[in-house]
């Protein structure tokens, strides 16, 4: 991870700034679905888990040649006039490292209902009684609503956590998502 690049994106009157990177995130994920990508990862800038917010910048992370081949590509036509993108830097010299990974939350009761009557051979009754409606978990989380190439899922919230940073950078792959439950990324 020793290069990056940022993505801005311009003021819309017209789009909310949450759909306009949820476009370019969802043109991400096809990208990286298309190139097979594992060795580019992601990072918002502008994070606040407080508000919830992941910003107006979607900074991306890789080798030189990753990120070439990736700004090469077609992904972003007919996104350029609501973005500005940065030319691919070296990344500072002593910098801190987090990790960003996506969150699941056990949020569908009725789901996890199914689930414990074929495991444990339950009754519906039994079922409900053991996992009720307020069971759902709720993330108070940063996240974009979009739909996986990969898998053909409809649109799904994909919560992001950008956990705390430290010291030293932990290697390991990304998903399609750029996105790592073990690889961290250069934090500044």
């Given at each position: 991870m020793e290069h990056y690049l940022d993505?801005?994106?311009?003021?819309?009157?017209?789009?909310?700034?949450?759909?306009?990177l949820g476009a370019l995130y969802a043109r991400l994920h096809r990208a990286?679905?298309?190139?097979?990508?594992?060795?580019?990862?992601?990072?918002?800038?502008?994070?606040?888990?407080?508000?919830?917010?992941?910003?107006?910048?979607?900074?991306?992370h890789g080798t030189k040649a990753a990120l070439h081949d990736l700004m090469a590509s077609p992904w972003l036509n007919g996104m350029q006039d609501h973005l500005t993108a940065t030319d691919i830097s070296s990344v500072p010299a002593g910098v801190r490292?987090?990790?960003?990974?996506?969150?699941?939350?056990?949020?569908?009761?009725?789901?996890?209902?199914?689930?414990?009557?074929?495991r444990h051979n339950l009754e519906a009754d039994a079922a409900e009684q053991r996992i009720p409606d307020a069971a759902a978990e709720r993330l108070q989380l940063p996240f974009l609503v979009l739909g996986s190439r990969?898998?053909?899922?409809?649109?799904f919230p994909l919560f992001?956590?950008?956990?705390?940073?430290?010291?030293?950078?932990?290697?390991?792959?990304?998903?399609?998502?750029?996105l790592s439950h073990e690889a961290t990324i250069p934090w500044f």
């Open positions: 993505i801005r994106l311009r003021p819309d009157p017209e789009l909310a700034p949450h759909h306009l990286l679905v298309h190139f097979g990508s594992q060795n580019i990862g992601v990072s918002f800038p502008d994070y606040d888990e407080r508000k919830p917010t992941l910003g107006q910048r979607l900074r991306l490292h987090c990790r960003v990974s996506r969150v699941q939350a056990k949020s569908s009761p009725s789901r996890l209902r199914r689930r414990a009557m074929r990969s898998t053909g899922q409809p649109a992001i956590r950008q956990g705390p940073p430290g010291a030293e950078p932990v290697s390991g792959v990304f998903n399609s998502y750029g």
